[in-house]
Antibody, heavy 122, light 107 residues
Framework: DVQLVESGGGLVQPGGSLRLSCVAS????????MTWVRQAPGKVVEWVGN????????YYVDSVEGRFTISRDNAKNSLYLQMDSLRAEDTAVYYC???????????????WGQGTLVTVSS | EIVLTQSPATLSLSPGDRATLSCRAS??????LAWYQQKPGQAPRLLIY???NRAAGIPVRFSGSGSGTDFTLTINSLEPEDFAVYYC?????????FGPGTKVEIK
């Protein structure tokens, strides 16, 4: 079965750092774009950024550009989100998502992890 | 940057009713649009991709249509498990925002 398991969430002070991990299983990890999506409590879903299968391309939403870094280790089937200079507004559940190309050229998040909660507060 | 709007914000319906949800993009996204369903405490689930294709395992009562800037998700004959929040998501150009969501609630 395809599975994504996130970890690394927790409580961090404003200005601090945190690194999230996502371990993938059940599919050829290096063949897929992977995405981080977040959702603040009671709020809408927000796309954070994604990374190409070989790690050669990355994109971010403006609000995290320069503070967050997405990386991957294909040998470990793992995706990471390094979050620096954290702010209260970064508080959210962070989801790891597999993006699949259904043949049209566009990619869609067809498999999601259970999410990990990040709380930024003093 | 493309902005997605969804309407209505809330839809109050009864089981067996038809739900019609709208998503509008600020500029053309061609057919690169998905619909997701999210229930409380769960991750979103992919329903529709490329505007009109059902994802694996999605019941036929869910259908999507549209292209360019205007899209519709239709749920024929609502089942009790369909009451949830629905998001559209454009995959045409970065960044890749989601819409603000439509909550389908029991009337």
């Amino acid at each position: 079965d395809v599975q994504l398991v996130e970890s690394g969430g927790g409580l961090v002070q404003p200005g601090g750092s945190l690194r999230l991990s996502c371990v993938a299983s059940g599919f050829a990890f290096d063949n897929y774009w992977m995405t981080w999506v977040r959702q603040a409590p009671g709020k809408v879903v927000e796309w954070v950024g994604n990374i190409k299968g070989d790690g050669s391309a990355k994109y971010y939403v403006d609000s995290v550009e320069g503070r967050f870094t997405i990386s991957r280790d294909n040998a470990k089937n793992s995706l990471y989100l390094q979050m620096d200079s954290l702010r209260a507004e970064d508080t959210a559940v962070y989801y790891c998502v597999r993006d699949t190309n259904y043949g049209s050229g566009s990619y869609y998040g067809d498999c999601w992890g259970q999410g990990t909660l990040v709380t930024v507060s003093s | 940057e493309i902005v997605l709007t969804q309407s209505p914000a809330t839809l109050s319906l009864s089981p067996g009713d038809r739900a019609t949800l709208s998503c509008r993009a600020s500029q053309s996204v061609r057919s690169s649009l998905a619909w997701y369903q999210q229930k409380p405490g769960q991750a979103p689930r992919l329903l529709i991709y490329d505007a009109s294709n059902r994802a694996a395992g999605i019941p036929v009562r869910f259908s999507g249509s549209g292209s360019g800037t205007d899209f519709t998700l239709t749920i024929n004959s609502l089942e009790p498990e369909d009451f949830a929040v629905y998001y559209c998501h454009q995959r045409s150009s970065w960044p890749l925002p989601f819409g603000p969501g439509t909550k389908v609630e029991i009337k």
